[in-house]
Structure formats: structure tokens, C-alpha cells
């Protein structure tokens, strides 16, 4: 059963869609890294801060946690997970779906998640530039650190929108 799952991968991949269905169907507490390294108007929270509230989020007995954060605060939220959900699609579907929330975005569609009170219009060129630095300097490090982890953990690899949707699926129903 899950109770400390790390949930990561690279932006529009419909990693916080997944957490809110985890979330839900195992009843943990949801935890989304950019709600908590953004405040209004995407101020960033002070480095400090961020990592005190990880930190003690990681020594709480369940919780679902989306995103990234500081790379030392995920190799230890690796080390305390019991599931590591890693969405990795080719970096193609991460620059087509982040395009689609921008356009739902600028259509006045409200998104799932994120920070509270932060618009994404305002973040367009930063959002698809950090899509491309994760892709080429952090998607390897992610990519072994999950390697590591694959035979004492329970570890899932989403490779593709089809696996997503698979994995989607097979999860069991509300309770």
C-alpha cells in the first residue's frame, strides 16, 4: 500500500492530474512543490522556508508529493518513499501538453493544482525554458537516481501518454 510516494517528472507530463487521483484514491495527503516554492503572483518562497516545509513533510507518516524542489530534498525524499512515480515522456508530449494548459490557460480555463493567486500567462517563456533545462540537465540524474531505487522500491516508469492513461486506469476506484 502507498503511503510516501514521490511523484516527478518533467512539466506538462499530467503529473499533478495523476497526484490528484493518487491523492484521492489512497486517501494521502497531497503535497504539490510549486504550491509550495511559489506564493501569490509566483514570488518565490524563501529557500529556507521551502526546505523546513519539506522537510518536515518528509517526516510525516504519509503524503503524496508532486514536483521537484531542491536536488538534495529529492534524493532524500527518494530515500523515505516507499513508490517513486517517475512520468517521462519523449520531450515532445511535455512541450505539447504545457502548450495546451497555456492555451486553456489564455482561454480563461481554470488549471488543476499550481499556486494559488499565480497566472500562467505569466510564466509562458520561463515555464518552456525550464522544460527544456530539465530535460537536458536533470532528466539524467532523475533517470538514475530512479534506476538506483527500482529494486528496493516500488518504482514506476510512465514512458509515454498511453502508459499514463494505462496506469490511470488500472488504478482501483474511489472507496
Same mark, same amino acid.
Given at each position: 500500500?502507498?503511503?510516501?510516494?514521490? @511523484?516527478?517528472?518533467?512539466?506538462?507530463?499530467?503529473?499533478?492530474?495523476?497526484?490528484?487521483?493518487?491523492?484521492?484514491?489512497?486517501?494521502?495527503? @497531497?503535497?504539490?512543490?510549486?504550491?509550495?516554492?511559489?506564493?501569490? &503572483?509566483?514570488?518565490?518562497?524563501?529557500?529556507? #522556508?521551502?526546505?523546513?516545509?519539506? #522537510?518536515?513533510?518528509?517526516?510525516? #507518516?504519509?503524503?503524496?508529493?508532486?514536483?521537484? &524542489?531542491?536536488?538534495?530534498?529529492?534524493?532524500?525524499?527518494?530515500?523515505?518513499?516507499?513508490?517513486?512515480?517517475?512520468?517521462?515522456?519523449?520531450?515532445?508530449?511535455?512541450?505539447?501538453?504545457?502548450?495546451?494548459?497555456?492555451?486553456?490557460?489564455?482561454?480563461?480555463?481554470?488549471?488543476?493544482?499550481?499556486?494559488?493567486?499565480?497566472?500562467?500567462?505569466?510564466?509562458?517563456?520561463?515555464?518552456?525554458?525550464?522544460?527544456?533545462?530539465?530535460?537536458?540537465?536533470?532528466?539524467?540524474?532523475?533517470?538514475?537516481?530512479?534506476?538506483?531505487?527500482?529494486?528496493?522500491?516500488?518504482?514506476?516508469?510512465?514512458?509515454?501518454?498511453?502508459? @499514463?492513461?494505462?496506469?490511470?486506469?488500472? @488504478?482501483?476506484?474511489? #472507496?
Amino acid at each position: 500500500m502507498m503511503q510516501k510516494v514521490m @511523484l516527478i517528472g518533467n512539466g506538462g507530463g499530467g503529473k499533478t492530474t495523476l497526484a490528484y487521483q493518487l491523492a484521492a484514491r489512497y486517501d494521502l495527503p @497531497l503535497h504539490e512543490i510549486d504550491a509550495l516554492q511559489f506564493q501569490p &503572483g509566483w514570488v518565490a518562497t524563501p529557500a529556507t #522556508e521551502l526546505r523546513q516545509t519539506l #522537510e518536515h513533510i518528509h517526516q510525516t #507518516e504519509r503524503w503524496l508529493i508532486d514536483g521537484f &524542489g531542491p536536488w538534495d530534498q529529492i534524493e532524500a525524499r527518494a530515500q523515505l518513499a516507499d513508490t517513486i512515480i517517475f512520468v517521462d515522456h519523449p520531450i515532445w508530449v511535455h512541450f505539447w501538453w504545457a502548450c495546451e494548459r497555456q492555451i486553456a490557460a489564455a482561454q480563461g480555463n481554470p488549471r488543476l493544482g499550481g499556486p494559488p493567486d499565480c497566472d500562467l500567462r505569466d510564466v509562458t517563456k520561463r515555464m518552456f525554458e525550464t522544460i527544456w533545462w530539465v530535460h537536458e540537465n536533470l532528466r539524467p540524474k532523475l533517470a538514475s537516481l530512479v534506476e538506483h531505487y527500482q529494486t528496493s522500491k516500488s518504482v514506476v516508469w510512465i514512458r509515454s501518454p498511453e502508459a @499514463l492513461a494505462d496506469y490511470m486506469a488500472q @488504478l482501483p476506484a474511489n #472507496e
